[in-house]
DNA sequence: GCAAATTGCGCAATCGGTTGTTCCTTTTAC
DNA sequence: GTAAAAGGAACAACCGATTGCGCAATTTGC
């Protein structure tokens, strides 16, 4: 009865409207500089701590300032000098269950930094190939610099941003020339990952991998050739099924790996090991026991899964905030390194026993 | 070798370093102005075409701007007509991974409508219940309206907004007073999955759900417990287990169903309902056959579940939508509906069969 | 004690647009 | 044919900050 009452009332409420009244007393530089009986250079000059001010007013004006809570007008600032504060921020908009959280991730770091030195964050999503939205904020001149997270091999966004001239830094690796890169060592990781299970007695790998038209996963396959083949005789076969991108293709991999005897799967992100660990649990194939699995960024979607698996893990925060100072200091002039690589971590779990 | 021969090629670069010359010739209105000989005034004039102008001099003014790409400088625009053409997008930064695909389809709608008004988004994460990041972009007027996902029902960032005087919509709903809320029908929805499940013979059910805090929990809870009302003394008995945040509790409540011979179990997100089969299949009960269970979202999480799942599944992107466009009719003005339900999808599947 | 150097502060230009007002020209009305 | 109305374009103020430059007052140097 009370829910009922509940519900009716919520019907009526339903059909009030409301609408805007404005009012907006917004203090002005002018209202500060008027209030203190001073000129507004030398209330620009207190906050900003530039040009010559004598420590008396500059305590008066700060005062005032807090006192009545005046904010200077962001916009009317960047327009005097040329500057937007804010950044973009290119992330995939049909990104999966892997990418999601990692670039949510990513985000925290370069939303730390960013605030730091006063600037936003304005999303631009790339849905398929389409880079209008980027192109928008770019042409608009409504960021000083962007990030763009997860690259394609042939990625029009970085292709866009480099001949823009508008300043950007990408998470990841990039295939453009001469463009400043934040990203992972995978090949490093691959190779230890390879010669660990190596070391462990697994003589015949395979990699199931995603696109490789996206530049990470083309990394994470170099790395694991190369691992392989440092390796060199002691492993006596190695498989490689790159490009899945369907649930099927992942389970026509899986089959054809228990067929030839592979000990050790290898996916290149959660997603497929999903597929795969599905697969193996369908086929009732024993983790370890019959078949050892690996993964990256030992991220939540595996958590319920037993064995749990093994990952090479990034600090995808790391990477923001690496990533935000480095676009700031290229931003403001400085000399930067044009690759970084950062670590990475081996967590070795039950599914490679 | 070939491989090695790129590693060492990449290692070298790693260490060149860059930096940014800057040039930047754009053009301005002035610019423009003088090079077809006529005011800037005119030139604002054929662009927004307000005010009087002749249509000759309109076209010559527009294929000057089409032929040397002039674009207006959105800061100065700004400026002139306090806006800063940006709405601000607050989400969650802690969301789990149902949470997160849906906001980011959410987000596709308000990016959408968004464009199509010449406004950008920027972003603001709330931590925990930190919502520094909201205040920033409030205070610093870096948005003219704000568009807030994922409410609490004590929802500090909800109460600044109201206080602060910055229009705002809630996607999801308040309980905050006179707010503008954007919601789906998630009272009818509940009682709509009730009767049917209960014309299909079901007798008795469960609720398991996550945190009473988040507004949207709430409804759900009491729009399952309104349902059964309906169904009145046909229903033997219901159980509620809220406020579920981690896989044990999850775990634990499901252990309870069994016991007290539950024939379905309703989860309040996809989340939970993974966990809850989980530990059926850990527990070898079979779904439909022991126990029938739905759960919220429909989302990609539950894909690789057989059976697969029934579902109350909704819009995001026609949620964003139409957020968005309500945020933009308020702050033109425009009388909005205080509070707007929109629809839902039932999507019955093999769980309850 | 006087010139030079330093300090403190304000004027006014500037960033790149918008818009109310004015002024001149053309069209309309009767 | 003349007054009124409408049309077209420019002037200049304005949005709210920053900053180069100039001027007066104070401090320093010898």
Redesign the pocket.
Known sequence: MAQEEKNTTDSALENITVHLEKEQN?I???DVAEAL?????????A??G?????????QRVMEYIKRYHY???V???G????KTYNIGWVIPGDSGLTDLPFFQRCMIGVSEVAMAEDYDILISMVFERDISQLKRIVKNRKVDGVIVGRTLVKDEGVSYLKESGMPFVVIGSSMVEDVIQIDNDHINACRELTSILRIKGIKSFALIGGGMNQVVNQTRYQGFELGLQEQGAAVSQSRVYMDCESEQSVEHAVEECIRGKVECIVCTDDKICQYVLNKLAQDGIDIPGQVKVASFYNSAILDNYHPSITSLQYDPKELGTVACKTLFDYISGKEVQRKRLLGYEMILKGSTQ
Do not use: F, Q
């Not at 327009?79 to 040329?82: D, I, T, W």
């Open positions: 917004k002005t530089i002018d009986g001073v000129s507004k250079t030398t209330v620009s000059r906050i900003s530039k040009g010559r001010i004598s420590e008396g007013t500059r904010r200077p007008n916009v009317a600032k327009l005097a000098n040329s």
